[in-house]
Nanobody
Framework: QVQLVESGGGLVQAGGSLRLSCVAS????????MGWYRQAPGKQRELVAT???????NYADSVKGRFTISRDNAKNTVNLQMNNLKPEDTAVYYC?????????WGQGTQVTVSS
């Protein structure tokens, strides 16, 4: 069983930055894809960014050029550097690990951007 623990959320003014981190328990598989998703009140959960073990990344159009996802395979960690934050980035951010046919989620961390 994989457990994911997120940290780094908080309150920031528009234009500011935050860095989210997620640590996964256990070993990393070569097929693992890790990523960040977010869910704003009244909206569906949406993809923010994903990264493979090899470092290939994928971003939502809304965050391209502002957010950067990275991972440290040795530490089982995935990070999300968020710059130039906007009020519409306000949401609960979830870490996800996709392993073959299974998905594992963290408990979520709140990010609030004030205007």
């Amino acid at each position: 069983q994989v457990q994911l623990v997120e940290s780094g959320g908080g309150l920031v003014q528009a234009g500011g930055s935050l860095r989210l981190s997620c640590v996964a328990s256990g070993s990393i598989f070569i097929t693992d894809v890790m990523g960040w998703y977010r869910q704003a009140p009244g909206k569906q959960r949406e993809l923010v960014a994903t990264i493979t073990v090899g470092g290939s990344t994928n971003y939502a159009d809304s965050v391209k050029g502002r957010f950067t996802i990275s991972r440290d395979n040795a530490k089982n960690t995935v990070n999300l550097q968020m710059n130039n934050l906007k009020p519409e980035d306000t949401a609960v951010y979830y870490c996800k690990l996709g392993r073959l046919q299974n998905n594992y989620w963290g408990q979520g961390t709140q990010v609030t951007v004030s205007s």
